[in-house]
């Protein structure tokens, strides 16, 4: 009676074992779906932050480009300059 007793407290003992490692199992494999989830959300929000700052970067070089651009030739195509006036651009071009 004894060996019977044991026997089946051992076999329950591993049928416990068994699905608690089962369960650990599945619950480990839950949480790497999820890791990965919330990793490659991560992910694109980093690659949209650096897409965007890209953009942000190039606008920035344009605006620069243009300004500068527009000072080093200046054309005066629709206005009409007396001599003096002329002459304080001049002396303004020069003293760059």
Not at 26 to 50: F, G, H, P, T, V
């Amino acid at each position: 009676m004894l060996i019977w007793l044991f026997s089946l407290v051992t076999y329950g003992h591993d049928q416990y074992r068994r699905g608690y490692n089962q369960g650990r199992l599945a619950e480990q494999q839950i949480q790497q779906k999820a890791r990965a989830k919330q990793q490659a959300a991560a992910n694109k929000l980093s690659q949209d932050y650096e897409k965007q700052k890209a953009e942000n970067e190039v606008k920035r070089d344009e605006q620069k480009r243009q300004i500068t651009k527009i000072v080093k030739v200046p054309v005066y195509s629709n206005v009409c300059l007396d001599a003096s006036g002329v002459q304080l651009i001049n002396q303004a071009i020069n003293e760059r």
